[in-house]
């Protein structure tokens, strides 16, 4: 958890005090329940001993909204004036000092928000109430758990694994899945007119001729452009950025590297990168997901 996270989340411990769920037993609790259980504590024990300042039923919407992936339900001014108050009264707890003003129902809104954030992609895999009673009895000095540290071990690691092959076996089946879609594209781009293919399969149309000089390798370059997925999606844009890219031409990835090093200066080309030519089968980040193929306008602006 983040350190900012841990310093709001000293304030939870007391809104759980008032929850209630039902007692159960470890051996009554199924695996669904211990995972809940096991992430509760996890992050109760990165929050640690608090007071209540949060409204527990604001909290629990914030979580639950923002695992969803759902709009804040704070503007952007509430966030930031709830945040000082909430370090402000970290600070006078601390310095035995007045506590500061405080809306718990904001409060609540804003921490479950940042908890929720951080746990949206385990959505699905727990149940609120078990998480809830894990993040009360981490966050209470001297509260008896229900699980002991080795049953949340083999339960931590358990799941970990479960949800890493999960999602290494979604990557992959992605992956193929776009190479398939890869495939049918560019061999039907392949015949429009206007549209050319090199030896290495990346495909291109002149939307624009230059007649300045051509980049040669070693060389560093001045663009425009705009990247997008095949669904028309955007990437990246130096358009946005409001001022053109430098770069070396042997800096960036192969499409790049070949397509802009056939452009004259001032010439507008659109480019189409398979996935070799581009990020692969790792893809790039959050926005570039395994064997996209790439859409790329460039204007050659310069050669130095």
Known sequence: MKSSLRALGMLLVALFAGGHVNAQT?????ER??????????VGRSIGPGLP???????????ENGMAGGNPLLNDADAKQTGQALMAAIGARRDGKPLPALDRTKAGLLVGARIGQSLASLRGEFDMPMFLRGVKDAATPGATPLLNDAELSRIRTAFSARVSKARETERLAKGQAALEEERAFLAGNKGVKGV???PSGLQYMVLRQGNGVRPRPGQSVRVHYVGTLLDGTKFDSSYDRGQPAEFGLDQVIRGWSEGVAMMPT???YRFWVPAHLGYGEKGAGPAIPPNATLVFEVELLGVE
């Open 33 to 42: 329940d211990k995972v809940g259980y096991m992430i509760g504590h996890d």
């Open 266 to 268: 001032g010439a507008k």
């Open 53 to 63: 300042d949060l409204e527990l039923a604001a909290f629990q919407r914030a979580v």
């Open 26 to 30: 470890p051996a009554e609790l199924g």
């Open 196 to 198: 050319f293919t090199t």
